[in-house]
């Protein structure tokens, strides 16, 4: 900030990592997000045992889409995300379910209303486009 509390970026867009504080704030959406996924009867199967790995894996993968370091990369190369959800079964009730954890953390962060509505566009749009299982047979074959 210069004295008149102007950003001296100059014109360089504030990623949205940094416009919602950086880290803290991923590591408390998924921090809500996992408490709901742990109770849940539907998705909690799906998930291995320790939840631990798998929260950081998914802060890591946020923070690096919304302009954060590029850490998950690092450790886990290309994000590849449909690929990696081939092994679960992913049909509209999963989809909701997992939907429903992530629309209570991010109702947790308080943020302005433009810049949770981009955040959750993007979430919505991700999660639809994760499912792998058909539930009408009209589609198969
Ligand atoms: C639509 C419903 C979804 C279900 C049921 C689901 C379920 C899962 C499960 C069971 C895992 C394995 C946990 C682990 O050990 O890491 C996983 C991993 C992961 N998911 Fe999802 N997921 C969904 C949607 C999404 C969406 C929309 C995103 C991104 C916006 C996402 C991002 C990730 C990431 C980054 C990982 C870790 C990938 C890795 O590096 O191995 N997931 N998901």
């Known amino acids: 900030m ?7 970026s100059r ?15 991923f590591r408390k959406l998924v921090d809500e997000f996992y408490a709901g ?13 320790d939840l631990g790995p798998a929260a950081d894996r998914m802060r890591l993968f946020l ?10 990369s690092a450790q886990r190369g290309h994000p590849r995300l449909r690929m990696r959800h081939a092994p679960f079964r992913i049909g ?9 954890h992530m629309r209570r953390a991010v109702d947790s962060l308080d943020l302005p ?15 639809y486009f994760m499912v792998n299982a058909m539930e009408d047979p ?3 074959g």
């Open 2 to 8: 210069n004295p008149a509390g102007e950003s001296e």
């Open 11 to 25: 014109g360089e867009a504030v990623t949205l990592y940094d416009a919602v504080g950086g880290e803290p704030t």
């Open 37 to 49: 996924i742990a109770t849940d009867p539907l998705l909690r199967p799906m998930y291995p045992e």
């Open 63 to 72: 923070m690096q889409y919304w302009g954060g370091p590029n850490t998950y």
């Open 92 to 100: 509209g009730a999963e989809r909701d379910a997992w939907l429903r």
């Open 113 to 127: 209303a433009a810049t949770a509505t981009e955040l959750w566009n993007y979430l919505e749009r991700a999660a």
């Open 138 to 140: 009209a589609v198969s």
